[in-house]
């Protein structure tokens, strides 16, 4: 089982639930066989357009948090998922019950039974054990802040190390060609082909 998630929850969080759930879900099914080959995954849900708010205001109605949150899609008989969770809070009945939904038509079932085992008191009771299976927010690492001014410093410290290094090759290669002319100068003034000069 793979799950690629995109939300602002927990990677971890969310595969506790998933996978309680689909060991509840199998005491009730049967094992079901592929679960390594099982690909869940999970987006934020879509905010709303523009003129479903139109709509709301029009009608006085107030504008639910988020448009279609808590939706999910698999073939029958598939083994890919796409769920979609509303990023600001969340129920994890209501989590699980999509999970198992989908799971179902995986499972190569249609809407005739459904995760029946959720309102049961036994099976069900730990989705409100927030203790054990809490669903948090993922962690946001915040980038340090960028000083400008330091940041030029350290760009203008660069520049004149890279400067300095660059004199030091050219220093080195003139006192080698300087060898070279002392050389010549001394080979050509012995052989009088130039003069050498005082
Ligand atoms: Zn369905």
Do not use: C
Request: glycine content about 4%; proline content about 3%; overall charge positive.
């Amino acid at each position: 089982m793979e799950i690629i998630n995109k939300t602002n929850w927990r990677t971890s969080d969310l595969k506790k639930i998933i996978t309680r759930a689909f060991a509840e879900d199998d005491k009730v099914e049967g094992k079901y066989l592929y679960r390594k080959y099982l690909v869940i995954k999970i987006f934020n849900a879509t905010p709303w357009q523009k003129h479903f708010l139109e709509h709301f205001k029009k009608k006085g109605i107030p504008v639910p948090r988020e448009r279609r949150a808590y939706t999910g899609r698999a073939f029958l008989g598939g083994y890919r998922m796409i769920m979609k969770l509303p990023s600001n809070e969340i129920d994890k009945r209501m989590l699980v019950k999509i999970f198992v939904h989908e799971l179902t038509h995986i499972r190569g079932y249609r809407h005739s039974k459904m995760g029946y085992w959720l309102t049961d008191k036994e099976a069900g009771s730990w989705m409100d054990d927030d203790i054990n299976y809490p669903v948090r927010q993922k962690e946001i690492k915040l980038k340090p802040k960028v000083d400008l001014q330091v940041k030029r410093y350290e760009h203008a410290l660069a520049a004149v190390k890279d400067k300095k290094s660059k004199l030091k090759r050219l220093q080195n290669q003139i006192k080698k060609w300087t060898q070279k002319t002392r050389y010549y100068e001394h080979v050509l003034a012995a052989n009088g082909k130039i003069k050498k000069e005082d």
